[in-house]
């Protein structure tokens, strides 16, 4: 338990120590004022307490469960009645305890299945923009071809999460991207350049992001027998994905849109929103370019501390520790898979993007529905899908408590009575339908009773119909 607590410890300061450095920096360079420091305290304060309260009602639950057992092994054993002995129930514990002390081995080992492998014949590249590379995910599905009487789809993951998470275990069905090109949908990623290596990602803007979507996107008709793209956007990839179909400029090329989980209006979201509002020297790293951007081990830490009373080192070992007890030694793929995502995808953000998106969690929409941001210095508002006649697929999770469904449907008012709009509410929270697309529940490629028990159909199913 020590060995496994540890190494909990030792990732988790890993991004404090990222975190102290930056700060430091930047409190010498442009220090907070007496009112945001306080703020700050306060804020540190009130995350130090539910972290406490957290690990305490954890270690309180794990150690009445591990008493009663213990206790009833006792008995067995003394009494001589069927059931686990005490011998039985120590050897259980300590393999347990073994088994998640290595656990930092699956997560290494996931590694040839987890996401994608864009050097296989799995996928093709297509197209490349000063910023982005396209790639085609072929179907791995046994029989199924990709037909040219559907309408393209092109997938846009967030910039900070990596596109890792929309290709989950794709050989275990768990791969949102796959549900796509397994039903022969023309099934298209954009991917990110290296953010380390490109200055052009590096000097990203959100109107350089919209002109060369744009660009894929017409090369995606130009493959598909000038059939217009569907636009599917992952959490801040949808939000994006909004606001370039929104600045007018996509109309030529693309006729339709699908977000997951996406913020629509970040200030619905109280776990981010509620946090201090700072400059933007405190997310800042430079690289040896010169360039600064937006630090990825930094938001990644911020997000943890969304739920720090779930994500800290203690309760992370024991979650882990009541996982393996409750899967008899055998977890599965699925959570060595999320952890590495989670613990190894983080990429630092071109500022002009990260500060777009901290407008949009900190500045509502307006009345009229117009947008916190701007394209091309014009205004975008939420109405304007009615006149570009672009349907929009919007999902949600009903137990998503970053992108809560407030946050995510909040621009579903400015468009009452347009039947282009189809908001659907998926069981379970932020990733769900990433990691599980064929849930029986809600099956992405089916019809069922949404989480509020509306009849709805999954995003593969609209694109199909939608074809």
């Known amino acids: 338990m020590m060995r496994a607590t540890n190494r909990e410890v030792s990732e988790f300061n890993d991004n404090l120590f990222i975190a102290a450095h930056i700060a430091m920096t930047a409190a010498r360079d442009n ?19 539910k972290g406490l309260s957290g690990m305490q009602a954890k270690l309180v639950d794990y150690s009445f469960d591990q008493i009663e057992e213990g206790t009833r092994a006792f008995l067995n054993s003394i009494l001589n009645s069927e059931g686990e002995k005490l011998g039985g129930y120590m050897r259980r514990e300590a393999e347990i305890m073994e088994a998640v002390s290595n656990f930092n081995e699956q997560i290494e080992a996931i590694a040839d299945e987890f996401g994608f492998h864009f050097n296989t014949s799995n996928y093709k590249l297509v197209h490349e923009t000063d910023a982005f590379e396209l790639y085609q995910v072929l179907p791995l599905k046994q029989g199924v071809e990709v037909r040219k009487d559907l309408k393209p789809v092109i997938l846009v993951p967030p910039y900070m999460l990596g596109v890792h998470i929309l290709s989950f275990l794709p050989f275990e069905n768990k791969s949102y991207s796959h549900s796509f090109a397994n039903e022969g949908i023309p099934t298209y990623v954009r991917v990110v350049k290296d953010i380390m290596t490109n200055e052009n990602v590096q000097k990203m803007t959100p109107e350089q992001d919209c002109e060369q979507t744009r660009q894929l996107c017409a090369k995606v008709m130009e493959l598909n027998s000038g059939k217009k793209v569907t636009l599917n956007g992952t959490c801040q990839g ?91 030694l055998n977890p599965g793929k699925t959570p060595a898979a999320l952890f590495r995502w989670l613990l190894k995808e983080r990429v630092h953000l071109p500022l002009a993007i990260a500060n777009m998106s901290s407008h949009t969690f900190q500045d509502p929409i307006a009345d009229d529905g117009t947008l916190p941001v701007k394209l091309f210095d014009q205004p975008l508002n939420i109405k304007n899908l009615v006149d570009l006649n672009v349907p929009w697929y919007q999902n949600y999770a009903i137990k998503d408590d970053l992108v809560t469904p407030p946050c995510a449907t909040a621009g579903n008012k400015y468009l009452e009575g347009w039947k282009g709009l189809e908001s659907v509410a998926f069981f379970g929270g932020h990733v769900a339908i990433l990691t599980s697309p064929y849930a029986k529940k809600a099956p992405v490629t089916g019809t069922f009773k949404d989480a509020n028990g509306k009849d709805s159909r999954g995003p593969v199913k609209f694109q199909i119909d939608i074809s």
Do not use: W
Request: with cysteine; charged share 20%; glycine share 8%.
């Open 31 to 49: 220090p907070l004022s007496m009112m945001e420091t306080f703020e700050i305290l306060e804020h540190n304060v009130a995350m130090g307490r």
């Open 238 to 328: 949808g939000y994006i994905s909004l606001m370039n179909i929104l600045s007018g400029k996509l109309k030529d090329v693309c006729d339709a849109l699908i977000t997951n989980v996406t913020p629509v209006d970040g200030t619905y979201s109280d776990a981010i929103s509620g946090m201090p509002t700072m400059h933007h020297d405190f997310i800042t790293t430079t690289l040896p370019s010169g360039n600064k951007v937006a630090n990825g081990y930094l938001l990644s830490l911020g997000m943890r501390f969304v739920a720090i009373d779930r994500e800290t080192p203690l309760v992370k070992v024991l979650d882990q520790a009541s996982l393996h007890r409750a899967t008899d």
